[in-house]
T-cell receptor, first 116, second 113 residues
Framework: GAGVSQSPSNKVTEKGKDVELRCDPI?????LYWYRQSLGQGLEFLIY????????KSGLPSDRFSAERTGGSVSTLTIQRTQQEDSAVYLC??????????????FGSGTQLSVL | DQQVKQNSPSLSVQEGRISILNCDYT??????FLWYKKYPAEGPTFLIS?????DKNEDGRFTVFLNKSAKHLSLHIVPSQPGDSAVYFC????????????FGKGITLSVRP
């Protein structure tokens, strides 16, 4: 597909379980971002990848959150021992990162995570 | 600490009229600003941007105004159409090789037919 693809689109899990969220960026995009949107809140930055490395992980809320990116393409966001406050829409975005003032992020449709 | 603030959570406008969506920021290092539009169950899509060297950028029905001294920007939609009904996010970034976008909470715009 031409756009950013995220899976699953919806995930319901029990408190304490681990979850993995997947993001397929647009082919050729070197930069990849994870954001989340909790109810009534804005988009909260989680982590940024340039290629396979993560220069900025400052937004990860706790050590239960981790992310990796392989082959400069697919990224996985893992949340261990989920808590109810982790419930949110997790959005992935990618961009060419050719120049900051021309950069536009292309977002996927998100994964709606519900922790019961 | 919210560095990008969209203080009005919602706005309702009659079709054909002007919609004005406001955004304030606190970080004086921000020098690039964007507006994104989001429909339910979809990801945000880029709408329009402006760099701090300008005070206005126009694209069709959409115009963004930047007032650096007031740390304020606004998005004008003229004329508003029912299809413009969506959540609008203001975003900003600062210089740096690994800069990221900081988003506001969004404004829900409803355009009444």
């Amino acid at each position: 597909g031409a756009g950013v693809s995220q899976s699953p689109s919806n995930k319901v899990t029990e408190k304490g379980k681990d979850v993995e969220l997947r993001c397929d960026p647009i082919s050729g995009h070197t930069a990849l971002y994870w954001y989340r949107q909790s109810l009534g809140q804005g988009l909260e930055f989680l982590i940024y990848f340039q290629g396979n490395s993560a220069p900025d992980k400052s937004g990860l809320p706790s050590d239960r959150f981790s992310a990796e990116r392989t082959g400069g393409s697919v990224s996985t966001l893992t949340i261990q021992r989920t808590q109810q406050e982790d419930s949110a829409v997790y959005l992935c975005a990618s961009s060419y990162r050719t120049g900051r003032l021309n950069e536009k992020l292309f977002f996927g449709s998100g994964t709606q995570l519900s922790v019961l | 600490d919210q560095q990008v603030k969209q203080n009005s959570p919602s706005l309702s406008v009659q079709e054909g009229r002007i919609s004005i969506l406001n955004c304030d920021y606190t970080n004086s290092m921000f020098d690039y600003f964007l507006w994104y539009k989001k429909y339910p169950a979809e990801g945000p899509t880029f709408l329009i941007s402006i760099s701090s060297i300008k005070d206005k950028n126009e694209d069709g029905r959409f115009t963004v105004f930047l007032n650096k001294s007031a740390k304020h920007l606004s998005l004008h939609i003229v004329p508003s159409q029912p299809g413009d009904s969506a959540v609008y996010f203001c975003a900003a970034s600062a210089p740096g090789a690994n800069s990221k976008l900081t988003f506001g909470k969004g404004i829900t715009l409803s355009v009444r037919p």
